[in-house]
């Protein structure tokens, strides 16, 4: 969408029903899906969500009945039901919006104003975004280091999604890559200056992101794929001097790079003033975030006693020492207590029992649960030997006492294979 090139220049009447319907609905998309890219619109989202909760409920039972009634938001997936329910809802709106708007000024106008703010807007909600998840990155946050679960976990049992967070989490190296790619972008945009660098670079990283979720299923496609149309949005302004310069081999004009300032002068000092601290503040409180975000559990965070994964050696039940054969869906295989204090027993028939677990280092006990804390199993474990554990006690009216080895993550191929500048021959395992 090119602006008019002056303010007593009227835009046609096909541009001016765009802009109406792209600021309808981009506001609208931001204020439903602030993403914690908008700063203190939390305090207000609660307020101003659950109306739109009920609304979305209603619509999707009396509008479009659909088969189930919808009861579940916004949550890790942003892919709801819901959540395509509040797409089409912005959609509308800015369809009707838009028309409606231009049934009623038909004057010749421009909004060479409101274009520029609007720009604004989206270059501060897509920085930020792209700030925030390279920090995630950098800090080594989003995509944990493979833990034993997911390393005895075979490709085939696995979800397209926890391929890509396998894939993703196991080098730093490519952390650091996708994270500074993110995080150069975002803070680009942040800068009128620099921002068709920053929505250049954003247009590569956000289609990245897209393509990994769309063919990995994972559940971010909405917010993805609207970055992707932000960044062309912002970029569109420049398509003339882009098919100049990238394909006509012509002179590219130099962009207008002028801010739309107040009349009066404290206004212009105020905005400038908001817009520094305000990227101070992002900047602030993002790092602080991630920093005790990686305290708590990052990959160096603190790990509960006895985590980690074993290998069962020796497997009595009352009295009773149980073979290590495959048809027997009694005897433990393998026994990982997770970084985050589950439990998960492998059994020999190659189904896996998962608890939430109650470590006493006094009395030296592990209580298995599944959701009330009074009515787990406890097991009391000795330390043989460094490495060497082993469990007492009664797990579902059985007496049972496991002998078990610990088995360190670097015992992995994936884990100490590490890289090699040299290859004789593809090591393709």
């Not at 609304?55 to 039972?61: F, K, M, P, Q």
């Not at 970084?339 to 006493?360: H, P």
């Amino acid at each position: 969408m090119q602006p008019a090139q002056t303010l007593s220049t009227p835009w046609p009447t096909g541009q001016k029903w765009a802009f109406r319907f792209a600021i309808l609905f981009f506001i609208l998309f931001i204020f439903f899906n602030p993403n914690g890219a908008v700063p203190f619109l939390e305090i207000f989202y609660n307020y101003y969500i659950q109306p739109m909760h009920g609304l979305v409920v209603w619509a999707g039972t009396h509008i479009f009945h659909l088969p189930e009634p919808i009861t579940t938001f916004t949550n890790g997936s942003g892919d709801t039901t819901y959540d395509y329910l509040v797409l089409l809802f912005c959609v509308t709106v800015a369809l009707v919006g838009a028309t409606v708007w231009s049934a009623v000024n038909r004057q010749a106008c421009n909004y060479d104003k409101l274009y520029y703010w609007l720009n604004v807007i989206l270059r501060f909600y897509l920085g930020i975004t792209m700030v925030s998840y390279g920090a995630v990155k950098v800090i080594k946050l989003q995509f944990p280091t493979p833990g034993p679960a997911r390393l005895l976990q075979t490709y085939g049992s696995s979800s397209p999604m926890g391929l890509a967070w396998t894939f993703m989490g196991y080098s730093k190296g490519y952390n650091y890559f996708t994270g500074f790619a993110e995080l150069s972008c975002g803070l680009l945009l942040l800068f009128r200056k620099t921002a068709l660098l920053g929505a250049v670079i954003a247009l590569v990283v956000s289609a990245n992101i897209m393509a990994i979720n769309y063919c990995f299923d994972v559940p971010v496609k909405i917010l993805s794929t609207m970055m992707v149309v932000i960044c062309l949005y912002l970029l569109s302004k420049d398509f003339a001097r882009f098919i100049n310069f990238f394909f006509l081999n012509r002179v590219a004009q130099p962009a207008n790079l002028s801010p739309k300032r107040f009349t009066k002068r404290w206004m212009n000092i105020t905005l400038i003033s908001l817009k520094y601290l305000l990227i101070a503040y992002v900047t602030a409180s993002t790092v602080e975030n991630c920093i005790q975000g990686f305290k708590l559990y990052g990959d160096d965070a603190p790990k509960p006693p006895l985590s980690g994964l074993y290998n069962v050696e020796t497997f009595v039940t009352d009295g009773d020492t149980l073979a290590p054969v495959l048809t027997e869906a009694i005897r433990w295989r393998r026994l990982n207590i997770s970084a985050f204090g589950n439990a998960q027993i492998y059994l020999m028939n190659d189904s896996v029992e998962t608890y939430k677990l109650l470590t006493d280092t006094t009395v030296k006990s592990l209580g298995f649960y599944e959701q009330d804390q009074n009515q787990r199993q406890v097991l009391y474990y000795t330390a043989v030997k460094p490495g060497l554990l082993l469990l007492k006690g009664k797990l579902y009216n059985n007496n049972i006492e496991v002998t078990m080895r610990k088995i360190e993550s670097k015992d992995f191929l994936l884990m100490n294979r590490g890289f090699h500048w040299i290859n004789e021959y593809p090591f393709n395992r």
